[in-house]
């Protein structure tokens, strides 16, 4: 099992800059991908950033030259700096993982942390 805990979440204004930490931890091999969420009111979560075990990013048109992944994986963690911040941005943060769990097992699960809020204001 694998526990994700996301942290820095908080209170900003519009223009200014928050950093997001997910700490993974438990029974891990290889995570191969590490990405945020964010959830406004209502059912759908949105991605907005995803790195993989290689380094490769993608962002999605509405976060891209704004937010920036990144993944330390000696330590099992993934960061999400997040500059320029607009009222939009205004969601709960979902830290997500897909982990093999061990070096003779391909099968990969995915996991999800419990979210951080992120409230911008004018």
């Known amino acids: 099992q694998v526990q994700l805990v996301e942290s820095g979440g908080g209170l900003v204004q519009a223009g200014g800059s928050l950093r997001l930490s997910c700490a993974a931890s438990?029974?891990?091999?290889?995570?191969?991908?590490m990405a945020w969420y964010r959830q406004s009111p209502g059912p759908q979560r949105e991605e907005v950033a995803r790195?993989?075990?290689?380094?490769?990013?993608n962002y999605p048109d509405s976060v891209k030259g704004r937010f920036t992944i990144s993944r330390d994986n000696d330590k099992n963690m993934a960061y999400l700096q997040m500059n320029s911040l607009k009222l939009e941005d205004t969601a709960v943060y979902f830290c997500?993982?897909?982990?093999?769990?061990?070096?003779?097992?391909?099968?990969?699960?995915?996991?999800w942390g419990q979210g951080t809020k992120v409230t911008v204001s004018s």
């Open positions: 997500y993982a897909v982990v093999q769990p061990t070096a003779t097992q391909s099968n990969v699960y995915q996991y």
């Open positions: 438990g029974s891990m091999f290889k995570i191969h991908l």
């Open positions: 790195i993989s075990s290689d380094g490769s990013t």
